[in-house]
């Protein structure tokens, strides 16, 4: 099967180098039976981060690049990049995968190995055994993650335990490509996508597992999400809550 790595970035000069190596260059190998590209979605990134991913793509002939003309959020960054993996790559499995280094490259091997047997949409999570965030995270920080998408779980009837993870992969025949890849339809152009998406496709019945992720302090760079975010989170679950009259009844399996 095709697996695109799909990696969005903003100013990320100092980790996506070392990260598209990693990827191309050495995880590509050790992980059979499938074929793997990365598709970067830079959003205009003025440290010139689409200059070393152009740089990368002429050593690794699997990885493509949308330069988009501005910064247009996360969410949008991710339509863009699914709608071209899925359209002009050929996707048959998307990989939602961060550029800043806080998820590690092996646990593409895992995701995979998921996808062969069987699983449709396979979330890292950070919130169950095994699974961590980055220890130095302050207090309210740790709080808010993990409230967050409890909200959303209790709302939302999900049967996951970490609803905005941003490490998962997704087949896409019959699932992703039925997703709202369009701005006019998802529910936020920014992190809360991630919401909107997880619930439809537990609605359309993909057959899911979460696997325990460490999720990693960022090294370089810094974070762009914002409070606003946590709104617009919030907004999210209530517009999918009072949208739809009835809630996805599904179990892991
Ligand atoms: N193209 C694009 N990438 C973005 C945008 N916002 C964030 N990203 C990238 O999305 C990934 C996750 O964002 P990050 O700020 O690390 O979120 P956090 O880990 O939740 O704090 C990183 O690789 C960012 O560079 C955006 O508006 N456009
Ligand atoms: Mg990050």
Redo the contacts with the bound molecule.
């Keep these: 099967m095709k697996i695109i790595v799909i990696?969005?970035?903003?100013?990320?000069k100092e980790s996506v180098g070392g990260l598209l190596e990693n990827i191309a260059g050495k995880i590509f190998k050790e992980v059979p039976n499938h074929q793997i590209g990365i598709l970067v979605?830079?959003?205009a990134s003025p440290d010139g981060t689409a200059d070393i991913v152009k740089a990368k793509s002429a050593i690794y002939p699997n990885l493509n690049l949308i330069a988009?003309k501005k910064?247009?959020?996360?969410g949008?960054?991710y339509i863009a990049g699914m709608k071209y993996a899925i359209e002009k790559l050929g996707a048959d499995a998307v990989i939602e995968f961060?550029?800043?280094g806080?998820h590690n490259p092996e646990d593409i091997k895992r995701l995979a190995a998921e996808l062969d047997k069987g699983y449709d949409y396979v979330i890292g999570s950070r919130y169950i055994l095994g699974g961590s965030v980055p220890k130095e995270w302050a207090h309210w920080r740790k709080f808010l993650s993990k409230f967050g998408g409890l909200f959303a779980k209790i709302i939302l009837n999900l049967p996951t335990n970490d609803n905005t993870s941003?490490l998962k992969l997704s087949r896409v025949k019959n699932l992703a490509e039925r997703l709202p890849l369009d701005e006019n339809k998802v529910l936020s152009k920014y992190?809360a996508y991630k919401i909107h998406f997880l619930y439809e496709m537990i609605k359309m019945g993909a057959k899911t597992k979460e696997i325990p992720i460490k999720f990693l302090e960022?090294r370089n760079?810094?974070?762009?999400?914002t409070f606003r975010d946590i709104f617009d989170s919030l907004r999210v679950v209530l517009a999918l809550k009072f949208r739809n009259n009835k809630s996805p009844q599904h179990k892991l399996s």
Excluded at 71 to 74: E, L, N, S, T, V
């Design positions: 990696i969005p970035t903003f100013n990320e979605v830079d959003g988009e910064k247009r959020g996360i949008s960054a961060d550029g800043d806080q941003g992190y960022r760079g810094s974070s762009k999400s």
